[in-house]
Structure formats: structure tokens, C-alpha cells
């Protein structure tokens, strides 16, 4: 079965980082864009950050630009998100997700345009 593992989440102060990692299974990653979102309490889930199969295209939230670094390894089945200068307001659980390669940002940046999704992982940053 398709599994994406999130690691790497935790307790920071703000300005601090984080790297942040998912492992997919079952899956043939290398044809799958990956992605990253987030959810806060009470809140919808976060476009965050996106990736394409062999890392062409990046895309990003503007408010994390600068900040926070998307990047895939194929070989290791793994998606990394680097986030530096945390602040409070980027405290939710962060959650990694699959979607098949399509053409277009569009694909990349919806949630409901993903086919799997990890479980999450908490990254809380304290003021």
C-alpha cells in the first residue's frame, strides 16, 4: 500500500529551522509530483510548497518564499522541506502529499488535485 512517512517535526523558537522529511512507499515516486501543506487548528488545509517528478518546477506559497526550500531525492523515495526563519504563525501540522505529474501549477498547488497524503507531523514554533 501507498505509504508517505513525515519526519523531522517539532518544537523551535522563532527564527529558528526545521527540515522536514517524507518517505513515499508503494508508489513509483519518480512519476509523482510531491508536495507539502499544512493545517493549523480550526484551520483549512495550506498550500505550502511543491515539487515536480525531477525537480524542473518548484512552486511555493508566496508567504513562504524565501524561506522555506522544497527538494526531492528519487533515489531515497524522499521530499525534504528546509524551513528557516520560523515564526509562530507557521506553527500546523505539515503534511506530505503525492500527486500524479501533470502539466501546470494548478496540479501542484490544490489540495483536492492530490492522490495520497501522509499522516503529518507537528511543527510548532514558539514566539
Known amino acids: 500500500q501507498v505509504q508517505l512517512a513525515e519526519s523531522g517535526g517539532g518544537s523551535v523558537q522563532a527564527g529558528g529551522s526545521l527540515r522536514l522529511s517524507c518517505r513515499a512507499s508503494g508508489l513509483p515516486f519518480s512519476t509523482y509530483g510531491m508536495g507539502w501543506f499544512r493545517q493549523a487548528p480550526g484551520k483549512g488545509r495550506e498550500f505550502v510548497a511543491a515539487i515536480t517528478w525531477n525537480s524542473g518546477n518548484t512552486y511555493y506559497a508566496d508567504a513562504k518564499k524565501g524561506r522555506f526550500t522544497i527538494s526531492r531525492d528519487n533515489a531515497k523515495n524522499t521530499v525534504y522541506l528546509q524551513m528557516n526563519s520560523l515564526k509562530p504563525e507557521d506553527t500546523a501540522v505539515y503534511y506530505c502529499?503525492?500527486?500524479?505529474?501533470?502539466?501546470?501549477?494548478?496540479?501542484?498547488?490544490?489540495?483536492?488535485?492530490?492522490?495520497?497524503w501522509g499522516q503529518g507531523t507537528q511543527v510548532t514554533v514558539s514566539s
Open positions: 502529499a503525492a500527486v500524479k505529474t501533470r502539466s501546470g501549477s494548478y496540479y501542484y498547488t490544490r489540495v483536492e488535485m492530490y492522490d495520497y
